[in-house]
């Protein structure tokens, strides 16, 4: 399939000419919006995870709804007198009170807490799974890479949604926690003390955290996630739903259930996904504030760990040298200043890829029909290492309680967190890209010599060979839904000759043949530029 259309020669437009441009194919606006009744859906499993974020975040909103007419937002000192006989007579904020006052007092007020923890939980698992999905099929290839852009700002803002909800209660293990987030802005070179001033209102703990949070959880990050999510869903529809490849199905159509009938399914899935979090809320204890007790600034709780979407930030601090350097007389704390900056730019990575692989590959054609993993070696096997990392210092978050638990030393688990952390990711990568190789060479077995029936057949002349089926059309027809890539053209050996375009053109190509294996190209070259290249005209 061939590029799309372009302005020729070097006259591309200005810069503000070539924005309007990329805005327009990609906010979808030449494309007239369908009706509803005309939508169609793709029937797959893995399209339900985006569902399950989208149901679970209803659940979270109308529980934070009921939990905000009991929560008292508030560092102001009370004396406890509530239905909790081990904390009676002691000095609590009104925040701790008002959440205790919830679980014990008001009737289904603890099974409407936990319900709320659970569906926060069961919402960035969901979408961060979503995400993958995403990433891994190439569903955020031209024009979608906005729709990953908001995707993944939604991530960014359900995670910071948790970290604020997470301690407002004033409990010793939430503020244990901010005791971390204020030592990680303390850091922050120039600007550290002035961040913690204007979040805490003053000297840590301060006397209007609960206040902010609770502003910042109920309100404004509340707004922003229905504003994206708004946002993601109109661009899914005025793009198009994509979908895997299969017999009808071509980048000009969508194959799938009517609207009407994925507006039923997704009914009962909302009740599923609303009934399994209520389940869980019954069944399954979350966040035992009196078991923590109120939070003391002299006092630190043992074996605190964040929810798991926070577990890679408290991993890379937990596992870093204590490092400080001095610099113009000034402390720099490293130890707490670069597992910062590795965790933001660990997720800025995933983040920007979309661009960063339409670059190396230079691909600007759109794309509907998603790819089959096996058959992008090198972005599986980059999303494979960048899970890989996430899982080992999500590992290191936890150092103090696997010792424990193991009976093995802190420091070891520490430093085999550290060595994890530079070699699992490697390793994660070469041996996936070598699996997905495999694979590709599989299936192209069986399409040239049919499946293996395991039936062992004797030729007249004493040979055994295995009997192959031929696979039906179907089957052949999944297999082979994908671009074949033509071989790489040979390219003099010196990269200075030929013009500066040449040269770009065949850095582009390594770059290419490196992310999609040997002998391939992801755009078939003009006659002009195959000549700038290869120095002679195309057979």
């Given at each position: ?5 372009r302005p ?5 437009g ?37 569902e399950i ?21 508030s ?20 925040a ?52 990953w ?8 803002l359900?995670?910071?949604a ?5 301690d407002?209660p004033d ?41 902010r ?44 259930r ?13 009740c ?11 069944v ?48 720099l ?15 800025l ?19 509907h029909?998603l ?32 010792a424990?638990?193991l ?6 688990v ?8 530079f070699?699992?990711?490697v ?22 010599h ?20 031929v ?14 890539y ?54």
């Open positions: 399939m061939g590029n799309d259309s020729a020669g070097p006259e591309q200005h810069g503000g000419d070539r924005l309007v441009r990329w805005l327009d194919s990609r906010s979808g606006r030449r494309r007239p919006a369908s009706s509803a009744r005309r939508l169609v859906f793709p029937d797959h499993w893995s399209f339900l995870l985006g974020a989208l149901y679970s975040l209803v659940v979270l909103l109308v529980t934070g709804v009921y939990l905000s007419f009991y929560f008292h937002p560092s102001a000192p009370v004396v406890y007198d509530g239905g909790y006989a081990p904390l009676r007579g002691q000095l609590v904020s009104e701790f009170d008002s959440t205790l006052h919830l679980s014990f007092d008001v009737r289904g007020g603890l099974l409407i807490r936990q319900a709320h923890h659970w569906a926060a939980l069961v919402f960035v698992a969901a979408l961060f799974t979503h995400l993958m999905r995403v990433f891994f099929t190439g569903a955020f290839r031209k024009p979608r890479e906005l729709n852009v908001l995707g993944f700002l939604l991530l960014v359900a995670m910071f948790g970290l604020t909800g997470y407002l409990d010793l293990l939430s503020g244990t926690g901010l005791q971390v987030v204020n030592g990680t802005l303390l850091s922050v070179p120039v600007v550290g003390t002035y961040l913690s001033f204007f979040l805490f209102g003053g000297e840590f703990p301060g006397e209007d955290l609960i206040a949070f609770n502003t910042l959880h109920t309100l404004v990050i509340p707004a922003l996630i229905v504003a994206l999510l708004a946002a993601h869903l109109a661009l899914a529809v005025r793009h198009r739903h994509t979908q895997y490849p299969g017999p009808g199905r071509t980048e000009r159509n969508v194959v799938g009517p609207a009407k009938a994925h507006a039923v399914r997704a009914a009962g899935l909302f599923f996904v609303a009934g399994v979090i209520s389940v869980m809320a019954a399954a204890q979350i966040n035992p504030v009196w078991n923590y007790g109120p939070f003391r600034p002299d006092q630190v709780s043992a074996g605190s760990q964040p929810d798991w979407y926070m577990g890679v930030a408290d991993g890379l601090l937990r596992v870093m040298p204590g490092w400080e350097i001095d610099v113009w007389g000034h402390t704390a490293l130890d707490n200043f670069l597992p910062l900056l590795a965790g933001v730019l660990f997720f990575a995933l983040g920007a890829y979309p661009f960063l692989e339409a670059w190396v590959t230079d691909d600007d054609r759109d794309h029909l790819d089959r993993p096996r058959n992008r070696p090198v972005r599986t096997a980059l999303g494979v290492a960048w899970l890989s990392g996430y899982a080992v210092a999500l590992t290191g978050a936890a150092n103090d309680v696997i424990t638990r009976h093995v030393s802190v420091n070891g520490t430093w085999a967190v550290r060595i994890g952390l070699v699992v990711p390793l994660a990568f070469a041996v996936t890209r070598r699996l997905a190789l495999g694979l590709q060479r599989r299936d192209r077995d069986k399409v040239l049919g499946r293996e029936t395991g039936v062992i057949k004797r030729l007249p002349h004493g040979e055994y060979v295995e009997v192959h089926e696979l039906d059309q179907a089957h052949r027809h999944a297999l082979t839904a994908h671009e074949q033509r071989p790489l053209e040979p390219v003099p050996a010196r990269d200075t000759d030929g013009p500066p375009t040449a040269r770009a053109r065949r850095l582009r190509t390594g770059l290419s043949r490196a992310f999609y294996g040997p002998g391939s190209q992801i755009t078939k070259p003009s006659e002009t530029e195959y000549r700038e290249i290869t120095g002679r005209t195309r057979p």
